[in-house]
C-alpha cells in the first residue's frame, strides 16, 4: 500500500487534530488490555497496530509524538525521561486507535448532498483567517480531507455527540453551587467626552482642550443632549456611541477618572476631570454594586456552553469504549 492511498483512507494526522478536544479527556485502554503481536513490516513501514484490519504505522505515531513533546521545550522543559517518553507513546497510539474508530464508523454514514457540503466548507475556508494553510494543497488533496470533516461532523450529530442538550436543572444547579466563581466587582455604566491634551502637550494646546471642554460641557447643562454632543466634541473612539463606555469596574481607567466615576451620582453630569489623556466630563448612567452575578441568559449561556463541552467529552469517551468493544484491535511488539 503507497502512502498517498493510505492517506485517503485514514487521515489520521487530520482526525487528531478534529478529535483532540475530545479525545484528550477520554478514557484511555492500557496496551496490556489488547494482546502484543509480532512486529510486521508493510512496505518497508513498520506497523505498530491494526484496527479491523487497517494499519497504524511507526512514522504516523512518531510524528504525533513529537508534535505533542514540542509542547514540552516550548516552556523550556527537559527532554523526556525514557518513562515519559514511552508513556506518551502509549498515549498517543490509543489516540491514534480511537481517531481510526470514529473515522471507520463515520464512512458507513450515507450523507446527503455530500458534494455542496464540501463546497460550502471549502468556500468557508476560503474566507475565513485561515485561508492561507490551503496554499499547497492540491485541490483532490483538499476535497478528500474536507470529506472526513464532513462525515465526522454528521456522524458526531448522529450519535447525539456534536451538541448535546444540557437540562436547564443542571446549568442551575451548577451556578448555585459554584456561586463563588460568579461574583463581580462594583461597577459603573459611565458615558464620556474628551478632549485630548496629554502631558507633553504645550500650555497653549492644554488651554484650549481645557476651553473645548467647558464648551462642551456648559451645551449638556444648557440642555444639549450628552450623546450629541459628545459625538460633535469628544476626541475619543467611544465618540461614535455617544461616548458610552459601557460598564467599568476600578482600575480599568485612571485614578482620577475612577474617583469621580465611581463618587458621581446616576444621572448628574461631572466636573471637568484631566487625566494623562486630556480633560474629560462623564455622567454615570447605571451603578452595579459588587456581588454574585445574577442567573440571566448570560451567564445560563456562558455555563451551558461549559457543561456541553464536558457532556461531550463524556459521550465520546463512552461511544469510544463501545466501538472498542466491538472492534478487533492489533498491537504489534516494538
Known sequence: MNMTKWKRQVPVFLLTLLMAAFICSCVQVPMAAVEDMQAVKEDGRVVVAKVNGKSIYEDQLNQQVRATLSKFKKYGKREPSPE?????????????????????????????????????????????????????????????????????????????????????????????????????????KVRHILVKAGEDAKPEEKEGARK?????????????????????????????????????????????????????????LSEIVQTKFGYHVLEVTERKPAGVVRYDDNIKGFIEKFLQGDLKRQKLAAHIQELRGKAKIEIFAQ
Open 84 to 188: 515519559l517518553l514511552g508513556l506518551k507513546r502509549e498515549q498517543v497510539l490509543n489516540q491514534l486507535i480511537d481517531n481510526a474508530l470514529i473515522y471507520q464508523a463515520s464512512q458507513t454514514l450515507n450523507v446527503a448532498d455530500l458534494d455542496k457540503k464540501i463546497d460550502k466548507r471549502i468556500d468557508e475556508i476560503k474566507k475565513g483567517p485561515y485561508a492561507s494553510k490551503l496554499e499547497g494543497r492540491s485541490n483532490a488533496e483538499l476535497r478528500d480531507s474536507i470529506r472526513s470533516q464532513v462525515f465526522l461532523d454528521e456522524y458526531l450529530e448522529k450519535n447525539g455527540i456534536a451538541n448535546p442538550a444540557v437540562p436547564e436543572e443542571d446549568i442551575k444547579a451548577y451556578y448555585e453551587k459554584n456561586q463563588a466563581s460568579f461574583t463581580a466587582k462594583e461597577s459603573v
Open 212 to 268: 473645548k471642554i467647558d464648551k462642551a460641557r456648559q451645551m449638556i447643562l444648557g440642555g444639549k443632549d450628552f450623546a450629541g454632543v459628545a459625538k460633535e466634541y469628544s476626541e475619543c473612539d467611544s465618540a461614535a456611541a455617544g461616548g458610552d463606555l459601557g460598564y467599568l469596574e476600578k482600575g480599568f481607567m485612571p485614578p482620577e477618572f475612577d474617583k469621580i466615576a465611581f463618587s458621581l451620582e446616576p444621572g448628574k
